[in-house]
């Protein structure tokens, strides 16, 4: 099993940034490829970004490439999610997760799950 805590949500002003981290605790955190997905009102959980067990592989969704980078410090069993530039668009519950694969875009391919962060972006 693999508890996943998320914080760095808040209010931030269009083109502005802000940083979530997710903290892990159970098994062992380097062994999983982590990822971020976000929840607008309304609308389905779509996948944001995942990197792999190493650091060393990644992966966007187009909508946030260039702007966000996702990374992971094994020694501290926490992955962070950097986000620049940030549009209104933005504005969602960021949920970080754990998987096999930080390839995947597909939610259920997933298999650990935060309670999420909410992130709003002001005009």
């Known amino acids: 099993q693999v508890q996943l805590v998320e914080s760095g949500g808040g209010l931030v002003q269009a083109g502005g940034s802000l940083r979530l981290s997710c903290a892990a605790s159970?098994?062992?955190?380097?062994?999983?490829?982590m990822g971020w997905f976000r929840q607008a009102p309304g609308k389905e959980r779509e996948f944001v970004a995942g990197v792999s067990w190493s650091g060393g592989s990644t992966n966007y969704a187009d909508s946030v490439k260039g702007r966000f980078t996702i990374s992971r410090d094994n020694a501290k069993n926490t992955a962070y999610l950097q986000m620049n530039s940030l549009e209104q668009e933005d504005t969602a519950v960021y949920y970080c997760?754990?998987?096999?694969?930080?390839?995947?875009?597909?939610?259920?391919?997933?298999?650990?799950w935060g309670q999420g962060t909410q992130v709003t972006v002001s005009s």
């Open positions: 159970g098994r062992p955190f380097s062994s999983r490829a």
């Open positions: 997760t754990a998987g096999d694969w930080y390839g995947s875009s597909r939610r259920e391919l997933w298999n650990y």
